[in-house]
């Protein structure tokens, strides 16, 4: 029997891509319920492609699934730029069923919400996913590693950087992705916050957690375990690898996708240690852990509106960067939110604030 799939983001870029996986293996796979944003006219026309029910708050108000398709799903992936279904999400797990989760700010702000299901939850971002495969859950981790492209701006000076444009950040060297990540991944935010995911997926210290650059986005992770041995995952750049993973689990599906290289070629492979002077945002992942829960719900709602201000040209990358540390500061001592209910409160109340600030600027 096919598996039924709920698809949150279904629209957007990793959504597309499950739906290409979904698409390859339609005796495996199902569509059920597929939830977008504002590309109505795209969602509607798989809403008619796979003959299943679709929900966008453009087309039906708001956030209101319809339950009853919702329930009746097998899985869901998770891959809105949005929190704003994290009520649902729980809801389905609370049905013992699983969810492969993209939305890395879901992890990064509400993991003591969801913690309890953690069982449950597949990482869909490439390199958690990558550690997850070599073994980061598993006991006898010593350390991991974090492995990112180095983004947009990777050969930039520190001036070019701080003048950067909106077309510069988003033209990524090696992924296409949504604009908001591509955004993140231009100043190593976007690895700041694998730094915490990774930390609350894999329940390690921020100190046993290191960010290392590959440019050809081939390698993905490393785990290093107390025996001394390490783990490294290979793949080409696709999220197809990670999305189809997290659907099958724990069979690996014939994708068929061409093998990165030869294992010989391996050597040949150059790790770099991030450079903090020029990418001071690929930092605050550790600040942020070591500064508590509330504080990196703040780093990720911050980021949030540092993307918007950027875009609207009201920041420049290093007022990002005290915008972004500041937030962290301010929230350490705020005791984190016991419910849901409690967390959008909060985070509703954290947006009015920061905005508030980007105004006095
Ligand atoms: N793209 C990638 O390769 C990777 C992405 N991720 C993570 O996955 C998540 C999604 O990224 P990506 O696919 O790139 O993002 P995109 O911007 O490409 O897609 C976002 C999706 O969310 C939908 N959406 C946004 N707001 C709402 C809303 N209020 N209600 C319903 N749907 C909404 C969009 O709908 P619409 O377009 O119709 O407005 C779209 O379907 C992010 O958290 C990102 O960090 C992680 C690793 C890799
Ligand atoms: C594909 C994926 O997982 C992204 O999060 C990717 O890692 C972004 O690219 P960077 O490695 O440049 O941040
Ligand atoms: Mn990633």
């Known amino acids: 029997m096919a598996l039924k799939v709920a698809v949150i983001g279904a629209t ?70 949005t929190v704003d279904y994290l009520n649902y999400m729980s809801h389905f797990l609370g049905l013992g069923k699983p969810v492969c989760l993209s939305t890395k700010e879901i992890i990064v702000e509400a993991w003591p919400l969801i913690e309890s299901f953690s069982g449950l939850i597949r990482p869909v971002d ?20 974090v492995v990112g492209s180095g983004g947009s701006l990777r050969d930039r000076k520190r001036e070019e950087i701080e003048n950067a444009t909106l077309d510069q950040v988003l033209s990524h060297p090696v992924w296409n992705m949504g604009p908001k990540v591509t955004f993140d991944s231009a100043f190593l935010i976007n690895k700041s916050m694998e730094v915490i995911e990774a930390s609350h997926l894999f329940n390690l210290r921020g100190e046993q957690i290191s960010i290392v650059i590959e440019r050809t986005g081939s390698i993905h992770a490393l785990v290093d375990f107390v025996d001394g041995s390490r783990n490294v995952f290979f ?89 972004l540390v500041k937030a962290i500061e301010d929230y350490r001592a ?20 920061m905005w508030k600030e980007v105004r006095a600027i």
């Open 235 to 323: 793949s080409k750049p696709t999220m197809l690898i990670p999305i189809a993973y997290a659907l099958s689990y724990p069979s690996i599906l014939p994708l068929d996708e061409e093998t990165v290289r030869q294992p010989g070629d391996a050597l040949g492979y150059r790790l770099d240690k991030p450079d903090f002077d020029r990418f001071p945002w690929g930092k605050l992942g550790h600040y942020a852990l070591e500064l508590g829960y509330t504080s990196r719900m703040a780093f990720s709602v911050a980021d949030e509106i540092a993307f918007e201000c950027f875009k609207d040209k009201i920041m420049k990358p290093s007022d990002i960067y005290d915008f």
């Open 12 to 81: 957007g870029s990793v959504g597309k891509q499950t739906l290409e996986v979904i698409d390859r293996f339609p005796d495996k796979f199902v569509p059920t319920l597929l939830v977008g944003g504002k590309n109505v006219e795209l969602l509607q026309i798989l809403g008619k492609k796979y003959g299943c029910s679709v929900f966008s708050p453009w087309l039906h108000g708001p956030a209101e699934l319809p339950l009853d398709k919702l329930e009746s799903s097998d899985i869901m992936v998770y891959a809105a730029s």
């Open 126 to 145: 490439s390199e958690h996913s990558a550690l997850w495969r070599i073994g980061a859950k598993e006991p006898g981790v010593k350390s991991i590693y």
């Open 334 to 353: 705020i005791s984190y939110p016991e419910s849901i209910t409690e967390y959008f409160s909060l985070r509703h109340d954290m947006i009015e604030k």
